[in-house]
């Protein structure tokens, strides 16, 4: 048990500091980076889809690299190029070379998912495999919840902010060279592409359209609670805290797909991410609502990627690396679509227009379900 614990707790931090810091942060200091750099809101959307950008070219190759030469190289890439993006991030002197540093800091995610799920089918009992997988994915809600003090502590200091997550990020490649296997390349099945059966095409087609809404609060959450709330760096700090503190109950995604199945559990986070995204966003709001808004959908985001995630494993379980890749690409594919579209929408109709068609957006993608073969619940013990 010792070695998997050690596997969980550096795949937790790991995916704490690529998506928390180097992937969603960016949504958090947009207010600044756009009063300092001067950017509209499309030019702003379509910066942030750089980020998902890179993610979807980088979790590719993070697949390939896995299934050949191990989890632990490519886990320490996803570090360092996490540390380098973020490093230019907070010293991009234009918005040119500041959607550069985006994109690569970004695409540290796509790096960082598939050799977790590699390390965690070898050195995790089969049985608490889906258990692990969404407690590490549920890292994202630990970097959420530690960027709002940051925020909070160092006001406008965004490029202060992005070079201290860089220092964050090169503690982490230490920690993957220590904590994750290397000998993960022997048990993958390489070579060509996975089937593109029924179940996996359900598959992209749900997390396509959950990716592309929940760019309405992570690129665009502190600039909605901003125009809506008039709230400055405190507020959107606040905001960022519920996200990611309530987004640590998505850990138990596994466990609650082990239990009801995963079609249940995936319809009724989605009705909740939809209510999230309407509470914080709408011109209705109050301060009280936009926190609960964003606690619903730090919950469900996090809930609903790890039954994706459970969905790809459980549909590719000789290629696990591939399995998650299939489901995580195409929730950051829906990600580079959604944030230009989002801004656009702010831009020619009004925040609210966009808001209440990026909910509508996220309620839709509850129309593919997982089928009978891996959705069913598991049979209770006699």
Known sequence: MRPSVYLGAAGFGLIAVCYGFARFAFGLFLPQIDTDLALTPTLSGFISGGAFLGYCLAIILSAYLTERIGARAVAIGAALVAAVGMTGIAMAPSPLLLASAVMLAGSSTGLASPPMA??????????????????????????????????????????????????????????????????????????????????????????????????????????????????????AGLLWIAIGTSGIMGAGAGTLVTRFGIDRVHWLFLGVLAAGILLVGTSATTPLLAIVGGMLFGAAYIMVTGVYLVWGVTALPDRPATGLMIGF??????????????????????????????????????????????????????
């Not at 490029?159 to 022997?186: D, E, N, Q, W, Y």
């Not at 109709?349 to 129309?367: I, K, N, Q, R, W």
């Open 118 to 235: 590699a390390a965690v089918a070898t050195a995790v009992r089969r049985d608490r495999q889906s258990a692990t997988n969404t407690i590490i994915n549920a890292g994202t809600s630990a970097g959420v919840v530690l960027s709002g003090p940051v925020a909070l502590l160092m006001g406008g200091q965004w490029r202060l902010a992005f070079a201290c997550f860089a220092v964050a990020a090169f503690v982490m490649a230490v920690v993957a060279a220590l904590s994750v296997p290397s000998g993960t390349k022997a048990t993958q099945v390489s070579g060509g592409l996975p089937p593109f059966n029924s179940v996996i095409m359900r598959l992209i087609a749900a997390a396509f359209l959950m990716g592309a809404s929940s760019t309405a609060i992570w690129s665009f959450g502190g600039k909605l609670v901003a125009l809506q709330l008039g709230w400055g760096n405190t507020g």
């Open 329 to 382: 690409l195409t929730i950051a594919i829906g990600q580079t679509a959604g944030a230009p579209l989002f801004g656009f929408l702010m831009d020619r109709l009004s925040p609210d227009y966009a808001v209440l068609g990026f909910a509508c957006l996220a309620l839709t993608a509850g129309l593919a379900r997982a089928g009978s073969a891996i959705s069913q619940p598991a049979p209770k013990a006699i």
